[in-house]
């Protein structure tokens, strides 16, 4: 563990962060509809990046880097059950239950799939 | 965070935004936002992404665990990010003066960075893998409720000091 690799996660870090905020715009401006799609389209899309990084059997540093760091930092929790709770406080209890399992549903999926296709590599 | 002696001027001004709605007419502003070019909301999107990156990796790193066993890191993490998200996005949107770059900072960066689905769901498929569909289950099911109440509760707790006209 070096100051170097620290450095790296860090500035990776915020990177995949700015990735998500642009992606997260861009998907929402182009789905006019008040479900979270961007948010959807971010985990479901990181879920098979980190599946396929987990498939290549990297090494400690670049598994942390390419899976921990980059995709982990893309990738969110936090707004994921932010915009359920909003959906919920709108008593929207359709959508809440959309956004949770299909997020859960494809996110297993494409973490499969991403794997598969890794460890084929 | 700025220290907000709830009931300002400031507090007051915003009530003026936030009475009328419902609250949610700024989150459904957010989905439509076209994505304008802010180098200052990018640049908060970097540093709160960067520290809270940093602080899942280190957390991750400094408690490694085998896929049978409960994934205690990114569990914390992924709690601590959706109390922290809700506390602080309730405040900036219905609380505090209308800021360009806190959100972004602490919102979008810091609890975005610091909360991670992907790892969560390769975990998940790890336990599957292990024919350990209880841990499977329980993992996921925990996660999303425990997430889905934090916001629910830092919300609540946000909403409880009142705006004074």
Redesign the interface.
Known sequence: MNVLLWAAVVIIGGAGSVIRFLVDGAVAASTRREFPFGTLAINVSGALILGFVTGLALGHDQALLAGTAAVGSYTTFSTWMFESERLGEEHQLGKVAANVLVSLVLGVAAAALGKLIGAHL | MPPDPAGDAAGAAVAGVTTGG???AG??R??????RIDRQ??AA??????????A??AL??AFPHPPTAWPWPTFTV?LV??F???YF?TRLLERLPLSSYRR?LL???L????????????E??GM?GAHDWGLAAGY?AA??TA??A???LA?AMVRRVRVRA
């Open positions: 419902d609250g949610s989150q459904t957010t989905w439509r936002a076209f994505p909301e990018i999107v970097f540093a709160g992404g960067a520290l809270g990156t940093l899942r990796t991750a790193e992924n990010a959706c922290l998200l809700g996005v972004p919102g979008t960066g609890c975005g960075g610091l909360s991670t689905f992907s790892t969560m769901q390769v998940i498929l599957i996921a996660s999303i997430g889905y934090a916001i629910y919300t």
